[in-house]
């Protein structure tokens, strides 16, 4: 991946996915494991875990209210509308992060 050798990680990293039917099919697996990377254990269809997946959702539901009606559009308003999300919307989703993770211990889940 591009983004993991321009952060220069070289082996101290884990790459994480939410284990969506994509992401654990064979042809997948086998392209990571030809990588020899680390892949966290994550809960299947747990993606809400990860605050990212917050952002795309608030990000998805803005632009579509846009109602864009062709790709440049769409991404001008992508663009835009991730420029409005507040930095106190991402310091949340950081700070409850940890209480989530352990709810999803507690319940075995």
Known sequence: MRS???LNLVDHWIFQQNNDPKHTSKSTKAWLGKRCWSVLEWPSQSPDLNPIENL?????KAVAARKPSNITELEAFAREEWAKIPLERCK???STYRKHLLEVIKTKG
């Open 4 to 6: 993991v050798d321009k």
């Open 56 to 60: 795309w959702w608030d990000l998805k």
């Open 92 to 94: 949340k989703l950081v």
